[in-house]
């Protein structure tokens, strides 16, 4: 938490899907006692909410209507729910995953929540993680990580977190379905998939999950001492 030794600050960690960002941004947040705030299930929250009123992507006037009215919040564990409702769970089926990228990129849909996402990052020190926190979002973030991994590695891990969850996960349908969103990210037009210059690179695809945390963790207790 914020204190006079421990001032504000703002942690970016940007990667691709499944680089073990999510499980590492979590993790981090917790060893150092800050909010973790994942971006990517507010993304994921919209398309949820969209296709439960059957909206398609190209119906952007309903889409921004349906997003300006939403209450977002995120408690001290960073836990959000979206008018009131926890939808952590619903938000990683794969007919979720499927249509996310294309919600996301929609203009309408990231000028309303840059603003949610800024403010809940100024209440308190936080980790933030997304695919745009260090190059739009908070661009002066005091510590910038990007993650990457191969292709292989981020299907394998996120086969075993979809079971983990008691979710089916096919690992050919999930390596597709991750490329496939990679070069909607990257290649969309408003705030693409980009790695900020001056943030730090880690490919896990050869580390452990405690090696990747730890290299996160021992930068910023470094710096912030
Ligand atoms: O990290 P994730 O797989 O849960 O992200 C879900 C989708 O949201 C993915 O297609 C990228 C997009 N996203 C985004 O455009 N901007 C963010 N800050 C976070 C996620």
Redesign the pocket.
């Given at each position: 938490m914020d204190s006079p030794s421990r001032p504000h600050f703002i942690l970016a960690i940007d990667g691709v899907?499944g680089s073990g960002?999510?499980s590492t941004a979590k993790t981090v947040a917790k060893q150092l006692g800050i909010l973790h705030l994942?971006?990517?299930?507010m993304?994921?929250a919209v398309t949820l909410l969209a296709l439960e009123k059957r909206l398609q992507p190209g119906q952007i006037r309903e889409i921004e209507t349906m997003v300006e009215a939403l209450h977002w919040d995120a408690d001290s564990q960073g836990k959000l729910t979206v008018d009131g409702r926890d939808l952590s769970r619903e938000i990683r089926t794969d007919r979720v995953t499927a249509a996310?990228?294309d919600f996301?990129r929609i203009p309408e849909v990231r000028h309303s929540l840059v603003p949610v996402q800024r403010a809940i990052g100024m209440r308190q020190s936080a980790v933030v993680e997304?695919?745009?926190?260090a190059t739009v979002?908070f661009p002066d973030a005091r510590f910038k990580f990007f993650m990457s991994a191969s292709p292989e590695v981020r299907a394998r891990r996120r086969v075993m977190e979809l079971h983990s969850m008691g979710l089916p996960g096919d690992y050919a349908q999930v390596l597709a379905n991750l490329s496939e969103?990679d070069s909607?990210?990257s290649g969309r037009e408003h705030?693409p998939l980009s790695i900020a210059a001056d943030a730090i690179e880690i490919d896990t695809s050869g580390l452990t999950f405690d090696g990747q945390v730890a290299i996160i963790v021992t930068h910023v207790l470094k710096n912030l001492a």
């Open positions: 899907s960002k999510s994942d971006t990517g299930a993304y994921r996310v990228s996301a997304g695919r745009d926190m979002v969103r909607k990210d705030s």
